[in-house]
């Protein structure tokens, strides 16, 4: 079945660790990005993709990084720069055709906790 | 600029009752607007869309118009069961690009049996 697949369901960083989110699509969709969901605040863009070795950052990409190696992956690293990580992450992925009615697919998430 | 306002919960409710989740936004052009949902532990998936004034999107007994004259799309289903319980987003894009997805708060859906 198609669909997008992240990993781990639940991760825990120690203070000043780097961890790495694994984002994988077999949907054959251009467009890649990830969310970062708090209670109350919604869904916030961290950083997007359209296309292999490119990504552009999104409203709070501060802390984080990504790299797009492949169509299928996106990896996301939450850094120690980033001094609030404890959050629900969302990956999703979307075909690329310029029209306002394109949906999105999500994995099921991340929840990342600081130990 | 570009925004959406949805009603805040958490939203409690009665299994069989009607519910209602109201969403108004505000927009140049003629955006596409989306409803979410995401299930407790999950990921966000679809549940309806419209893309021009007038339109009801529809699914698993869920409804919306797209009402251009009120910017508004809120969201009803006649008869909520307990599987209905989650967290339902409002969304719009103006853009014909997902980056500049515009997303509501969320509006938490408790039912009880």
């Known amino acids: 079945d198609g669909g997008i697949t992240q990993s781990p369901k639940y991760l825990f960083r120690k203070e000043g660790q780097n961890v790495t989110l694994s984002c994988e699509q077999n949907l054959n969709h251009d467009a890649m990005y990830w969310y970062r969901q708090d209670p109350g605040q919604g869904l916030r863009l961290i950083y997007y993709?359209?296309?292999?070795?490119?990504?552009q950052k999104g409203d709070i990409a501060e802390g984080y990084s990504v790299s797009r190696e492949k169509k299928e992956s996106f990896p996301l690293t939450v850094t120690s720069a980033q001094k609030n990580p404890t959050a629900f992450y969302l990956c999703?992925?979307?075909?690329?055709?310029?029209?306002?009615?394109?949906?999105?697919?999500f994995g099921s998430g991340t929840q990342l906790s600081v130990l | 600029g570009n925004s959406v306002t949805q009603m805040e919960g958490p939203v409690t409710l009665s299994e069989e009752a009607f519910l209602t989740i109201n969403c108004t936004y505000t927009a140049t052009g003629y955006p596409s607007l989306f409803w979410y949902v995401q299930y407790p532990g999950e990921g966000l998936q679809l549940l309806l869309k419209?893309?021009?004034a007038d339109d009801k999107g529809s699914n698993k007994g869920f409804e919306a118009t797209y009402r251009k004259e009120t910017t508004s799309f809120h969201l009803e289903k006649g008869s909520v069961q307990v599987s209905d319980s989650a967290v339902y987003f409002c969304a719009l894009n103006n853009a014909g690009n997902n980056r500049k997805l515009i997303w509501g708060l969320g509006t938490s859906l408790a039912v009880n049996p």
């Open positions: 999703a992925s979307s075909f690329l055709q310029g029209a306002t009615n394109e949906k999105l697919f």
């Open positions: 993709s359209q296309i292999v070795n490119d990504f």
């Open positions: 419209a893309t021009k």
